[in-house]
């Protein structure tokens, strides 16, 4: 029965009734029905009702969202890509940028002929994209040479997904792991596509907020910023996520490496590996959609992982809060320890500190390439060489046994030796940072190292190394053979390879830091680990003061829209019911926050002080499911979800 002073699809929806369509509907679905579909679509993934409701379920999901932030109310409200704990002025936003290619979508899905009912909340304008890439595209650099990793490669972009429209998606999040920003790739994972990214990020941001950007190939990505940029931003810094870093040269390491990065605490980078764990599961009903509705789809899930990570926002950084206080402690423990066997003060460790930064790069060609030079070189010398005795009528040269002939000789080739001997010493000290690596993931691991991998597989990690060691010991054993040969000419004796190899040598008596011990890169990892928890106090110190300003102002935000409703009208009325329960649940977050303030450390002493936090396990675990109920038995997904 329905009345006649209203259309019969707001009838329905008065009887919990969804209608298949907004006039003269002919079917209707129960709300129940509607809940249950939505559950089975972001938790289990499962299709099999999908089809033949999706119009109306997609409607029906959309106006879900809008309940639960009710931006059509005020546009000031948090959409769900928002991290309360990041700053918002003044401070350092630490993101993580990567690409699925798990996400794909085939052409033959389709085209879409109406927008996404999300719009742009989550992934940007794809006729943006798309033209930002045209424009872009003549931006070239040299092939990576750097790591084995496809990311940036063009080959990779030229010949591969030619049946799929959509080829993946690159995206990014902050290091609480909410979704910030995403885009649809057309290729592969061009440097174009996290240039975007950054340059949309860099804009959104005011200008006293610096941005570090985490990315597995963030060495090359610099080089392409830097040759697109007439001048390099100064508010971005770029580093590599650490498990990623062990697949870079040692150079690549000792720059970019998160433990070396300033200002960025303890995080890893590695937080859209797990946003990703999470989002790889819609792939099989997500290839055969149309764009826009694969758009709507994904960016539910997002909303739905961003809601999680907020609802356990304070216990997480608590953790993270703890985790730096017990790691400063270790690694001062670890550090005076050693200190106190070298005989070393703050000088000391802040020299050997300076000195690891500065390792040369070895740049070594194939005896092949040395001969074709040597060849060209000396043809185009010898050319010189007639000139220059023409001028300046010379009638003679000299010849190999003539005095001044060997006195430069001589000196030259001293030169020579001592090129190499420099060359050789950039990579004994190379070999040595690679060995000291793997022996944290072998087995002979220090206690501190669980600070930063706790999650990482360490087998995996010493095998990129033994890699690299073997590398750089070939390259090693090349420099050595080429000093051999040459030093004898100039009266001194050949070197052992077990000396070169061994930076604590007397061959290497006379190079800086080498009296320092064996324990100079245990000591370099101490004060570094030391120094990253200190300013991880301090970032999630900062951290929970922004979390209680950002509920506070929502919590504003709420009154001042309530004060501006109609509160005689019954949609009036139905608007400040919807509000008051979004401030019911800012209030509950603000209280937790305010708590911590007024309890001090005792809260983080009350923290869980297991391993398993948001940076260092994977959050789509049970556990992570059903982690949003409060002690007091509110289950915050369930009123947020079923907040109608």
Same mark, same amino acid.
């Given at each position: 029965?329905?009345?006649?002073?209203?259309?019969?699809?707001?009838?329905?929806?008065?009887?919990?009734?969804?209608?298949?369509?907004?006039?003269?509907?002919?079917?209707?679905?129960?709300?129940?029905?509607?809940?249950?579909?939505?559950?089975?679509?972001?938790?289990?993934?499962?299709?099999?009702?999908?089809?033949?409701?999706?119009?109306?379920?997609?409607?029906?999901?959309?106006?879900?969202?809008?309940?639960?932030?009710?931006?059509?109310?005020?546009?000031?409200?948090?959409?769900?890509?928002?991290?309360?704990?990041?700053?918002?002025?003044?401070?350092?936003?630490?993101?993580?940028?990567?690409?699925?290619?798990?996400?794909?979508?085939?052409?033959?899905?389709?085209?879409?002929?109406?927008?996404?009912?999300?719009?742009?909340?989550?992934?940007?304008?794809?006729?943006?994209?798309?033209?930002?890439?045209?424009?872009?595209?003549?931006?070239?650099?040299?092939?990576?040479?750097?790591?084995?990793?496809?990311?940036?490669?063009?080959?990779?972009?030229?010949?591969?997904?030619?049946?799929?429209?959509?080829?993946?998606?690159?995206?990014?999040?902050?290091?609480?792991?909410?979704?910030?920003?995403?885009?649809?790739?057309?290729?592969?994972?061009?440097?174009?596509?996290?240039?975007?990214?950054?340059?949309?990020?860099?804009?959104?941001?005011?200008?006293?907020?610096?941005?570090?950007?985490?990315?597995?190939?963030?060495?090359?990505?610099?080089?392409?910023?830097?040759?697109?940029?007439?001048?390099?931003?100064?508010?971005?810094?770029?580093?590599?996520?650490?498990?990623?870093?062990?697949?870079?040269?040692?150079?690549?390491?000792?720059?970019?490496?998160?433990?070396?990065?300033?200002?960025?605490?303890?995080?890893?980078?590695?937080?859209?590996?797990?946003?990703?764990?999470?989002?790889?599961?819609?792939?099989?009903?997500?290839?055969?959609?149309?764009?826009?509705?694969?758009?709507?789809?994904?960016?539910?899930?997002?909303?739905?992982?961003?809601?999680?990570?907020?609802?356990?926002?304070?216990?997480?950084?608590?953790?993270?809060?703890?985790?730096?206080?017990?790691?400063?402690?270790?690694?001062?423990?670890?550090?005076?320890?050693?200190?106190?066997?070298?005989?070393?003060?703050?000088?000391?460790?802040?020299?050997?500190?300076?000195?690891?930064?500065?390792?040369?790069?070895?740049?070594?060609?194939?005896?092949?390439?040395?001969?074709?030079?040597?060849?060209?070189?000396?043809?185009?010398?010898?050319?010189?060489?007639?000139?220059?005795?023409?001028?300046?009528?010379?009638?003679?040269?000299?010849?190999?046994?003539?005095?001044?002939?060997?006195?430069?000789?001589?000196?030259?080739?001293?030169?020579?030796?001592?090129?190499?001997?420099?060359?050789?010493?950039?990579?004994?000290?190379?070999?040595?940072?690679?060995?000291?690596?793997?022996?944290?993931?072998?087995?002979?691991?220090?206690?501190?190292?669980?600070?930063?991998?706790?999650?990482?597989?360490?087998?995996?990690?010493?095998?990129?190394?033994?890699? %690299? $060691? =073997?590398? @750089?010991?070939? &390259? +090693?054993?090349?420099?050595?053979?080429?000093?051999? *040969?040459?030093?004898?000419? /100039?009266?001194?004796?050949?070197?052992?390879?077990?000396?070169?190899?061994?930076?604590?040598?007397?061959?290497?008596?006379?190079?800086?830091?080498?009296?320092?011990?064996?324990?100079?890169?245990?000591?370099?990892?101490?004060?570094?680990?030391?120094?990253?928890?200190?300013?991880?106090?301090?970032?999630?110190?900062?951290?929970?003061?922004?979390?209680?300003?950002?509920?506070?102002? %929502? $919590? =504003?935000? @709420?009154?001042? &829209? +309530?004060?501006?409703?109609?509160?005689?009208?019954? *949609?009036?009325?139905?608007? /400040?019911?919807?509000?008051?329960?979004?401030?019911?649940?800012?209030?509950?977050?603000?209280?937790?926050?305010?708590?911590?303030?007024?309890?001090?450390?005792?809260?983080?002493?009350?923290?869980?002080?297991?391993?398993?936090?948001?940076?260092?396990?994977?959050?789509?675990?049970?556990?992570?499911?059903?982690?949003?109920?409060?002690?007091?038995?509110?289950?915050?997904?369930?009123?947020?979800?079923?907040?109608?």
């Amino acid at each position: 029965m329905t009345c006649k002073c209203e259309p019969l699809a707001i009838s329905l929806v008065r009887a919990h009734l969804w209608p298949a369509s907004p006039t003269n509907p002919r079917y209707a679905f129960c709300f129940n029905l509607l809940d249950w579909g939505e559950a089975l679509l972001l938790e289990c993934q499962r299709r099999d009702v999908y089809k033949c409701l999706i119009d109306a379920f997609e409607e029906y999901r959309y106006m879900k969202e809008q309940l639960r932030h009710l931006t059509f109310l005020n546009a000031q409200f948090d959409e769900g890509n928002v991290c309360p704990a990041c700053p918002k002025a003044e401070g350092n936003v630490i993101i993580s940028m990567d690409a699925l290619f798990g996400l794909p979508r085939k052409k033959s899905s389709g085209k879409s002929h109406s927008e996404p009912l999300s719009g742009n909340r989550f992934f940007c304008s794809q006729n943006e994209v798309d033209l930002y890439v045209a424009q872009n595209s003549q931006t070239i650099i040299e092939a990576n040479d750097c790591s084995s990793f496809m990311a940036g490669n063009p080959m990779r972009s030229a010949s591969r997904f030619h049946a799929l429209d959509e080829t993946g998606v690159l995206g990014c999040a902050c290091r609480h792991e909410i979704p910030l920003m995403f885009l649809n790739l057309k290729h592969g994972e061009r440097l174009v596509y996290p240039s975007f990214i950054i340059e949309k990020i860099l804009h959104h941001y005011p200008s006293d907020v610096h941005v570090t950007m985490m990315y597995d190939v963030a060495c090359t990505l610099q080089k392409f910023l830097m040759k697109k940029w007439e001048v390099y931003d100064s508010r971005l810094s770029l580093a590599i996520p650490v498990f990623h870093a062990y697949g870079h040269k040692t150079e690549c390491q000792l720059k970019f490496a998160p433990i070396r990065t300033n200002n960025i605490g303890l995080s890893d980078g590695e937080v859209m590996e797990r946003l990703w764990s999470f989002l790889r599961r819609f792939s099989r009903i997500t290839k055969e959609m149309k764009p826009f509705h694969r758009i709507d789809v994904l960016s539910s899930a997002l909303s739905y992982y961003s809601y999680k990570k907020r609802a356990n926002l304070y216990i997480n950084t608590m953790k993270r809060l703890k985790r730096a206080i017990d790691g400063k402690i270790k690694a001062e423990q670890s550090l005076s320890a050693l200190c106190t066997s070298g005989n070393l003060i703050d000088s000391d460790i802040i020299r050997m500190v300076e000195e690891s930064n500065t390792i040369q790069e070895v740049k070594m060609c194939t005896n092949t390439m040395k001969a074709s030079r040597a060849d060209a070189k000396l043809s185009q010398i010898n050319d010189q060489l007639k000139k220059i005795e023409l001028q300046h009528s010379i009638s003679k040269r000299w010849t190999k046994t003539d005095e001044k002939y060997c006195t430069h000789l001589q000196n030259y080739v001293r030169n020579c030796c001592e090129d190499l001997k420099k060359k050789l010493w950039s990579a004994s000290v190379k070999r040595h940072f690679l060995l000291f690596q793997k022996s944290r993931y072998a087995g002979n691991t220090l206690n501190i190292n669980a600070i930063y991998h706790s999650d990482l597989d360490g087998h995996k990690i010493a095998k990129k190394l033994s890699k %690299q $060691i =073997s590398s @750089i010991t070939k &390259t +090693i054993r090349g420099i050595t053979a080429d000093y051999n *040969l040459e030093v004898p000419k /100039i009266g001194e004796s050949q070197v052992l390879l077990s000396d070169v190899l061994n930076p604590s040598s007397q061959l290497w008596s006379n190079e800086a830091g080498t009296h320092d011990g064996p324990n100079k890169q245990e000591i370099v990892h101490c004060y570094l680990t030391k120094k990253r928890c200190e300013e991880e106090i301090e970032i999630t110190t900062i951290e929970l003061n922004n979390m209680k300003t950002y509920y506070n102002n %929502q $919590i =504003s935000q @709420i009154n001042d &829209t +309530i004060l501006d409703l109609d509160q005689s009208s019954l *949609l009036g009325k139905g608007h /400040i019911i919807l509000l008051n329960k979004l401030k019911w649940r800012y209030e509950v977050l603000l209280e937790k926050c305010s708590d911590s303030n007024s309890e001090g450390n005792n809260s983080v002493s009350d923290c869980d002080s297991s391993d398993s936090d948001d940076e260092s396990s994977d959050e789509s675990s049970d556990e992570d499911e059903s982690g949003d109920e409060d002690e007091s038995g509110v289950d915050y997904n369930s009123e947020l979800f079923n907040i109608m």
